[in-house]
């Protein structure tokens, strides 16, 4: 079990520039949760995905982010265009979907926006 | 709304002594899941201990165990023994016992352990 897979691990982009992080979970897994962290506010819930599907997308900050899950292996997190304050750690977390099953982490890719 | 709190920004405690981190939460829900995670500095997030709303006793992992009081809504967690690889950000989260609901944490308490 390779675990949560996210790349980049670092991400380091001037203001107005695209960004996009990926995320593959761990194979078998049926959710898919985009989290946010920062000292301010703590981890925050972006989006989530129950077999592909967007379940719950209130957390997504403005139009600027936008989540994609084409399959059950694969998902982006994109924003577009970057600003200073959407510096953070991004972490992709899976899940079997059900109560008790814990979510499972990537290590997260910290992006900075100058 | 659910929420889940966490009243100590900072605690520290001696290697090998015993310390506990405080959580409550506020639910309308009678089934549901919390858990602890840890996050050494590395950043990754690592799951400590589970507890099923349902289940009167208290969750037990080596080291690690919880004080869950369902009707206070209180779930603490206990470090026995510590050691210095437990210093780490700990964070108390809330789970919907539906079968898509999402995880809910406070805003963690950081744990220095003092050789």
């Known amino acids: 079990d390779a675990g949560v897979i996210q790349s980049p691990r670092h991400e380091v982009t001037e203001m107005g520039q695209e960004v996009t992080l990926r995320c593959k979970p761990i194979?078998?897994?049926?959710?898919l949760f985009w989290y946010r962290q920062t000292m301010m506010r703590g981890l925050e819930l972006l989006i989530y995905?129950?077999?592909?599907?967007?379940?719950?997308d209130s957390g997504m900050p403005e139009d600027r982010f936008s989540a994609k899950m084409p399959n059950a292996s694969f998902s982006t997190l994109k924003i577009q265009p970057s600003e200073p304050r959407d510096s953070a750690v991004y972490f992709c977390?899976?899940?079997?979907?059900?109560?008790?099953?814990?979510?499972?982490f990537g290590n997260g890719t910290r992006l900075t926006v100058t | 709304a659910q929420t889940v709190t966490q009243s100590q920004p900072e605690m520290s405690v001696q290697e090998a002594e015993t310390v506990t981190l405080s959580c409550t939460y506020d639910?309308?829900?009678?089934?549901?899941?919390l858990f602890w995670y840890k996050q050494p500095p590395s950043r990754q997030m690592i799951l400590v201990i589970r507890q099923e709303a349902y289940k009167q006793q208290n969750a037990t992992e080596n080291r690690f165990s919880v004080n869950f009081q369902k009707a206070a809504k209180s779930f603490s967690l206990k470090i026995s023994d510590s050691q210095l690889g437990d210093a780490a950000m700990y964070f108390c989260?809330?789970?919907?016992?539906?079968?898509?609901?999402?995880?809910?944490f406070g805003k963690g308490t950081k744990l220095s352990v003092k050789p």
């Open positions: 639910t309308s829900e009678s089934d549901y899941y």
């Open positions: 194979s078998g897994h049926n959710s």
């Open positions: 989260a809330y789970r919907y016992g539906g079968s898509q609901g999402n995880l809910i």
């Open positions: 977390a899976s899940s079997l979907g059900v109560g008790d099953s814990p979510l499972h």
């Open positions: 995905f129950n077999n592909n599907v967007p379940i719950d």
